[in-house]
């Protein structure tokens, strides 16, 4: 599964997991549900936790390498992911893509999604031919095929149910981005986005419906495709902000300066009446530097009364009241900027700060999120 930069609020149903082929991992918290489950209805029969966590265990491995044929394919295809989500099903890919309206090249786009089952089958099938050699015992094709009690079983059919539930054509499961890269040959990405999704959200509905009639795991896998299809259709949302407000819509116009010539008490004393963080620092109509709060009360207590001339930093970032709020969160995070000017005619007219720019895009987000669901 694959998208382009991942919401903040998705950060928080998440944990880092490190990195991995400079990737930013993070494991979301729909395993903890897997493990919840897996130790109400089979740890106890197989005799223990452990077995239960091995089964886990399993399952995040086989989906982590899964994901790795994605990541491997997407880097030597020219498609720099930034932080992959791991879910029970799979995973989702965050990748460096800046426009909804242009769809990357179907070429790589497609490769890169069927890459993952590529690797669940040849793990299913390298497990199989091992249990043979190893453990003549193990019947693959016994039931049930997903159990804590039988480890060497369940590694078998993890990766195959892994490899045959992603090539359905439900978005965001690797066959449904296949489906989206084919309608997007008719429309832009966004509606063929939606389009994909939907489909994806009635795939889920089926399989809950389906485990309540033949085995409580498709309720679970219906249950883990709906999460995957939400965090898709807010990232499709967050991404449309991004891409679609511009900086004039959400920019402070109210906000407070410094000069080079006020001393530091002089500043922390209009911080004190502030909401603000960071500070434009102006000489006549130019400005020439920025100073945060934090700063200047180090400033303070290490050296003292001084000039804001002598803490500010001269190294930041303009843009432009027409630039995009992905322009602006791009040039924020490159350089580690808190503060990023809005300039008009070489005159500043206005201020975005990183708890700006976020709080924001959150709101817009959310609001868009309620009008989808509205009509």
């Known amino acids: 599964m694959w998208r382009a930069q991942l919401p903040p609020s998705m950060r928080s149903w998440s944990i880092p997991a490190g990195r991995l082929f400079g990737v930013e991992v993070r494991i979301h918290l729909t395993f903890l549900f897997l493990l919840l489950f897996v130790w109400m209805t089979e740890a106890p029969q197989a005799g223990g936790v452990g077995r239960g966590l091995a089964l886990v265990g399993l399952i995040f491995a086989s989906v982590l390498a899964h994901e790795m044929g994605h990541l491997l394919v997407a880097q030597r295809s020219g498609m720099p ?19 909804l309206n242009r769809l990357a090249s179907l070429r790589r786009e497609i490769p890169v999604a069927l890459a993952g089952p590529v690797v669940s089958l040849g793990i299913a099938m390298l497990a199989t031919m091992a249990a043979l050699a190893l453990a003549p015992e193990v019947v693959i094709w016994k039931r049930p095929y997903l159990h804590s009690a039988e480890l060497a079983r369940s590694l078998v059919w993890v990766n195959l149910y ?61 249950l883990f495709l709906f999460f995957a299809a939400q965090i898709e259709e807010r990232t499709m949302v967050f991404q449309s902000v991004l891409e679609t407000v511009r900086l004039e819509d959400v920019m402070l116009t109210d906000f407070s300066t410094l000069s080079p010539a006020d001393t530091l008490e002089d500043a922390l004393t209009k911080a004190v009446h502030t909401l603000q963080d960071d500070f434009p620092v102006v ?12 700063k200047i009360v180090e400033a303070l207590r290490s050296e003292g009364n001084a000039y804001v001339q002598s803490i500010m930093s001269r190294a930041f970032e303009i843009a432009g009241r027409d630039d995009s709020l992905a322009l602006a969160f791009r040039k924020l995070s490159a350089r580690g900027l808190t503060l990023l000017p809005v300039v008009e005619q070489e005159r500043l007219v206005g201020i975005i700060t990183l708890q700006n720019l976020m709080h924001s895009i959150g709101l817009l987000a959310e609001s868009r999120m309620l009008q989808k669901s509205d009509s």
């Open 81 to 99: 992911v930034r932080v992959c989500l791991l879910l029970p099903i799979g995973g989702l890919s965050f990748s460096e893509e800046t426009s």
């Open 162 to 222: 892994l490899a045959a539930l992603n090539l359905l054509p439900a978005y965001p499961l690797d066959g449904g981005r296949v489906l989206r890269a084919l309608l997007a040959h008719r429309m832009d990405v966004l509606p063929a986005t939606r389009v994909a999704v939907t489909v994806g959200q009635v795939f889920a509905m089926l399989f809950m419906l389906a485990g309540g009639v033949w085995n409580y795991w498709l309720t679970m896998v219906g």
């Open 283 to 294: 000489r006549g109509s130019d400005m020439v530097g920025v100073v945060s709060r934090q």
